[in-house]
């Protein structure tokens, strides 16, 4: 099997696993009770905690371990809103292709009354801080962008948005789900109150996730219960995940560079390579893009048939459309960026790791090619599109 699906979810690496089996057996205890093997729990917390803080550059006290970054994410919007309606702000600022977790969050906010505001993202699937700082009003309580998008892999330019939002005093929030391991993270020099992660995108477990929120953001909170993180998030800590997140997290962070450098130039060669395919596209940024994403548009197919084709074929990719739900959708970030329905259905992602080889590369670079003449051969769209009655967009 080849894994080229890391945006989704990543392989536990093993400094993850040890660290947490010690938490999963002899060291199980509840970090809320007084005795040894709860306080042998409570000090894994505080371990963690500080690792995840120097890798992000902030506080301990900054760092609350959440289920994921759904949960941080909607945290971190919510108690933002919940701020902005206190002082009669409901103005926020976000962009058209954040992950749903954001926009849904927002959605419900919408409902409420608030009045959301998504910046157009542009071809290469970005936005500048001049577009933020244009947008923002004195009734806006939150601009929420991401730091870099997980289908189409383009990186915004946090820091310069940060400052924009730090000089108007608007709480910026970013999702960095997809850039947390991959790129340098230092929320003080970047000007970000609040920040989530996930542990899973990153060689980390599923079901733990950090929310960062600058000291003087009070978390609102999204569960209730016991006084767990500092009364901001009830429910017995998930440590052997926590504990895992933190270790996943510092290993990345300690290779970042290499791993980064090694990562990007087999997507360089896929993206070379897949290039060569008539009528395609790169789907974002071709410069400021996530090491390891590379996304295609190819006219005249479907996704999902290229993708279980793949599958047949030992590789394991994603399709930029979320057929969640059995929905026929196209993905809304492939919309966002300017392609048209009919295009943005025959979208592919690969998303690579360090553990990645050259061999995989060379090997999917045989397959997608002919998967794609097989599936445009047997298209009575492609027909069409050859023979002229349906105009190429790509
Ligand atoms: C995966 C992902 C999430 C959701 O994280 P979970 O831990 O799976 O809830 C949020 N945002 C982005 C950008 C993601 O890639």
Redesign the pocket.
């Known amino acids: 099997m080849i894994y080229a699906d890391n945006?989704a979810t990543t392989k536990l690496s093993v400094a993850a696993l040890d660290a947490m089996m010690p938490y999963l057996m002899e060291n199980f205890g509840n970090p809320s009770s007084l005795h040894t093997m709860g306080q042998k729990a409570a000090e894994a917390l505080q371990e963690a905690r500080e690792t995840i803080a120097v890798c992000i550059g902030c506080s301990p006290k900054e760092v609350y371990f959440t289920?994921?970054?759904?949960?941080s994410?909607n945290q971190a919007i919510i108690s933002a809103a919940e701020t902005g309606r206190k002082k009669g702000k409901k103005h926020i600022i976000s962009t058209a292709f954040e992950?749903h977790?954001?926009l849904h969050t927002l959605k419900k906010l919408e409902r409420q009354g608030f009045e959301i505001e998504l910046l157009p993202v542009g071809s290469t699937g970005t936005v500048t801080a001049e577009q933020v700082e244009k947008a923002i009003r004195p009734d806006t309580c939150l601009v929420t962008i991401?730091y870099a998008?997980?289908e189409i892999g383009s990186v915004l330019p946090v820091a310069e948005i940060g400052a924009v939002c730090r000089a108007a005093k608007v709480f910026f929030h970013t999702?960095a789900?997809?850039a947390a391991g991959h790129l340098h993270i230092n929320v003080k020099e970047q000007n970000i109150d609040m920040l989530?992660l996930?542990a899973?995108?990153f060689h980390g477990p599923?079901g733990a996730?950090v929310l960062y929120a600058k000291t003087g953001i009070i978390p609102v909170s999204l569960i209730e219960g016991g006084a767990q993180e500092r009364g901001r998030r009830a429910g017995t800590e998930n440590v052997p995940a926590i504990a895992g997140m933190a270790a996943a997290l510092k290993e990345a962070v300690a290779n970042i560079d290499i791993n980064a450098a090694k990562v990007s130039v087999l997507r360089d060669r896929l993206i070379a390579g897949l290039s060569e395919i008539p009528h395609c596209a790169l789907n974002g940024d071709p410069v400021n893009r996530l090491p390891g994403n590379v996304n295609f548009c190819f006219e005249g197919i479907e996704g999902e048939s290229l993708l279980l084709l793949l599958d047949a074929k030992g590789i394991c990719a994603s399709s930029g459309s979320a057929c969640a739900s059995g929905s026929l959708d196209p993905s809304h970030v492939l919309l966002a960026i300017g392609r048209p329905h009919e295009v943005a259905h025959g979208s592919l992602r690969l998303s690579l790791c360090e553990t990645n080889t050259e061999e995989e590369i060379n090997i999917i670079l045989a397959e997608v090619p002919a998967i794609v003449k097989y599936l445009r051969n047997m298209s009575p769209v492609w027909k069409d599109l050859e023979s002229g009655k349906r105009k190429f967009v790509l």
């Open positions: 945006a289920s994921g970054g759904s949960e994410d992950h977790a954001v991401m998008n997980n999702d789900v997809q989530s996930s899973h995108k599923k996730g």
